[in-house]
C-alpha cells in the first residue's frame, strides 16, 4: 500500500486568511483525491487532483476556494481560501495506488478557524 | 449523482454479539463496495471490500454480502470485542473514480 504523509497534521488559523496542506506519497500513484470532513459527520470529496492540469471539483466546491495544485504523481497541494469558521474540519489527501481500486487515506490535518 | 444511504447511525451490542451494518445504492454502474473503520482521532481505514461479481467475502470475523439486484451491501461482524468500537463508513464507486461514502455507522461493543 502507499504511504502518504500530509502537513501541517493541524493548524489554527484567522478568519480570512488561507492555509496550504501538502499531501506527498512514497510511491507514484494514478489518482488523487480531496476530502473534507467536517465535525463528526462522513467523508465529502471535494475534488479529483489531475496532474498537469485543473482538478475536477465536486458539485458545491469551487477552484477560487480550494485552490488544488498536482505538479507530478506523487504530490499535491490543497489550498483553503478567505477562510472562515465553517471551513473547520479534517482535510484528508487520498490515492488509489496501483493496478486496484484500492484507496488509501492520509493521516489528515485538522484546521480550526477562529 | 450517486447516494449511499447506511443504516443505523448507531449501534450498541455486547461483546461477543454479531453486528450486521447495512447501505443502499441507486448506480447500477457502481462496482466496488469498500468498508472503512475509523478510530476517533484516525484516518479512515480499509477493512474489506467486494466486487460486483462477488456476492460475498469473508475474512475471520468480518464478512460483506453484495446483492446487486437489490443494490446493497452489508458488512457482518461476529463475535464483536470492544476493540470493534468505531465509526464504520460503507463506499462505493466505478472503476477509477473516486469513493463515496455512506454517512457512517458508530458501533459501541460493551464488555
Known amino acids: 500500500s502507499a504511504v502518504i504523509s500530509q502537513k501541517p497534521s493541524r493548524d489554527i488559523c484567522q478568519r480570512g486568511t488561507s492555509l496550504t496542506i501538502q499531501c506527498q506519497v512514497d510511491s507514484q500513484v494514478t489518482m488523487m483525491f480531496w476530502y473534507r470532513q467536517q465535525p463528526g459527520q462522513s467523508l465529502t470529496l471535494i475534488a479529483t487532483a489531475n496532474q498537469g492540469s485543473e482538478a475536477t471539483y465536486e458539485s458545491g466546491f469551487v477552484i477560487d476556494k480550494f485552490p488544488i495544485s498536482r505538479p507530478n504523481l506523487t504530490f499535491s497541494t490543497l489550498t483553503v481560501s478567505n477562510m472562515s469558521p465553517e471551513d473547520s474540519s479534517i482535510y484528508l489527501c487520498?490515492?488509489?495506488?496501483?493496478?486496484?481500486?484500492?484507496?488509501?487515506f492520509g493521516p489528515g490535518t485538522r484546521l480550526t478557524v477562529l | 449523482g450517486e447516494n449511499v444511504e447506511q443504516h443505523p447511525s448507531t449501534l450498541s451490542v455486547q461483546e461477543g454479539d454479531s453486528a450486521v451494518i447495512k447501505c443502499t445504492y441507486s448506480d447500477s454502474a457502481s462496482n466496488y463496495f469498500p468498508w472503512y473503520k475509523q478510530e476517533l482521532g484516525k484516518r479512515p481505514q480499509l477493512i474489506i471490500d467486494?466486487?460486483?461479481?462477488?456476492g460475498e467475502k469473508k475474512d475471520q470475523r468480518i464478512a460483506v454480502t453484495l446483492n446487486k439486484t437489490a443494490k446493497h451491501f452489508s458488512l457482518h461482524i461476529t463475535e464483536t470485542q470492544p476493540e470493534d468500537s468505531a465509526v464504520y463508513f460503507c463506499s462505493l464507486n466505478q472503476a477509477g473514480t473516486a469513493l463515496i461514502f455512506g454517512k457512517g455507522t458508530t458501533l459501541s461493543v460493551s464488555s
Open positions: 467486494i466486487r460486483s461479481n462477488v
Open positions: 487520498s490515492v488509489i495506488s496501483g493496478s486496484t481500486d484500492t484507496q488509501y
